[in-house]
C-alpha cells in the first residue's frame, strides 16, 4: 500500500481534470447549449480578461474588505461574549434565547431592514456577514471554555494561577480546538452573508457580480465570478484547518 | 417545568427585550418605521392569517421545501452510503463535494434562476443542493467510522456482504444520517427562503421581500418569525429523533 500514498491525491486532481474535460466536450459536441452552461476554456478567457481590465480585482477587493470586517467583528465579538458567558452563568442564560433564535431565524430575511437602518451596499453586507457568523463563535468559544478539564484548572489554581493566568496560559490553549472548529464554520456563514448581501442589496462585490451577469443571461461572466467565490470559500476554510492543526501542536494523544 | 435559574434569567432577559422594544419607540428614541414593535407585529399576524392568500403561500414554500429537502435525502443517503464502502470513488468524488460545501450555496441561486426559470423548480433545486451536501458528507462519515471490529465479527459469524452491509453498517452509520439530515434542514429552509426573495411569484420569501421593499417592517417580522419557527421545530424534532437513536444505540 506504501506506494498507494499519494493515491488520493492522485484522484483528486483526476476528478476535477474529468470535470472540466467533460463539461467542455459536452459543449463542443454540441450535446448541450453553451448559453446555459458556458465551458471552461471561456469561463478561462472570462477570468483573464476580467483580471487584466481590473474588474475582477476590484470585486474582489470590495467583496474581501466586507469579509475582513464582517468576520473580524464576529471574531471579537463572538470569542468576548463567548469567554464572558462561561464566566458568568446569568450571562449565559440571558444570551441563550437570542443565539437560538440567530440560529434558527433565515437572518438574510433581515435584509430590507438592514438597508433601512444602514443604507444600500457595504455596511448591509457587513451587518449581514457579522449577524451570520457571530453565534456560531460565541457559541463555540462558550463550549471550549466550559469543557476544559478541570484537572488542569485546579492542577494550575494549586499552583496559584491568577484568573488571567488561567485565561492565558489555561484555558485558551485548552480550547483552541474547539474555539478555532467555530471559527473555522464562522467563515462560511460569514462569507454566506457577503455573498448573499451582495446578491441582494449592493452594487458592487462577487455576489452582485454573480446576480447582474445573471440578469443578463451572461453564463460565462456568471461563472467566472462563482469560480473566484468557490476558490475563496476553500481558501478560506483550508488556511483555518491548517491554523487549527499549528495551534493545536502542544496536545498529545491520550 | 421547574422553575430554574436558568429558565428565569432567559425569561426576563426575552421580557426586557421586548418592553424595551415596545417603549423605545413611544419615547420618541427610535423611529417605528425602522423598528416596528411587539404589539404592532402581534396586530400584523393577526391580519395576515386573517386576510385570503396566506395559506397560499405557506403551501408553496412546504411543496418546494418538502420535494427539495426529501430529493436531498433520497440522493444523498444512498450515495453516502456507496462512497462510504468504495474508497476510489469517495477519492475521485471528495474534491468536488468538498469545494461546493465550502462555497455559501446560495451563490448558486442565479445560475439555477438562468436553468430553472423563477418558477417552483429553481426553488427546489436551491432547497436540494443545501440539502444533500451536509447528508452526503455525513453519510460517508458514519458509514467509514464504524467499528471494525464489529463487522470482523459479522463476518466471523459467516455473515455475507449484504447482511454486514444491513445488519450492522446501516444501522451503526445511522446517527451520522441523522445529524445529516438536521445540518441539512437549516440550508434547505434557507434555500427556500432566499430562493423566493430572490426571483418568485410566491411563497413566504416572495412576502418577505415584498414588505421589506414597502419598508412594512411589522409584517416583514411576522414572516421571519413564522419561518423561525418551522426551523426550530423541524430541528427540533430532528434532534429529538437523533438523540432516541444515540441511546438506542448504546
Known sequence: MDGWKM???????????????AWEAAVRLGWVNPFFVSQPSAVAATLSRTARSGELGHNLAVSFREFVIGYGLSVVVGILAGALASRFRTVEYALDPLLWFLYSAPLIAFYPIFVLWFGLGVPTVIALAFLLSFPQITTSTLNGFQNVSPGLIRAARSFGAGEMDLLWKVVLPASVPTVIAGLRLGIGRALMGVVVGELFGSTAGLGYSISYYGGLLKTTDLIASLVVIIILGVLCTQSLSALEARFDSWRVDD | MKLTYRTLVSTLAVAAFLVVWELAPRTGVVDVTFTSQPSRVIAAGLTIVTAGGFLNDVSVSLTEFAIGFGLAIAIGVPLGLVLGRFPVLRHLLDPPIMAIYATPHLALLPIIVVWLGIGMQSKIAVAFVGGVIPILVNTTAGVREVERSWVVAARSFCAGKWDVFVKVILPAALPSVILGIRLGLGRAVLGVVVGEMYQSQAGLGNKVMRYGSEFRTDYLLVYVLLISMFGLVATT??????????????
Open chain 2, 237 to 250: 424534532a430532528v434532534r429529538t429523533l437523533e438523540e432516541k437513536l444515540w441511546t438506542a444505540g448504546k
Open chain 1, 7 to 21: 493515491k488520493p491525491v492522485f484522484l483528486g486532481i483526476a476528478s476535477f481534470a474529468i470535470i472540466l474535460l
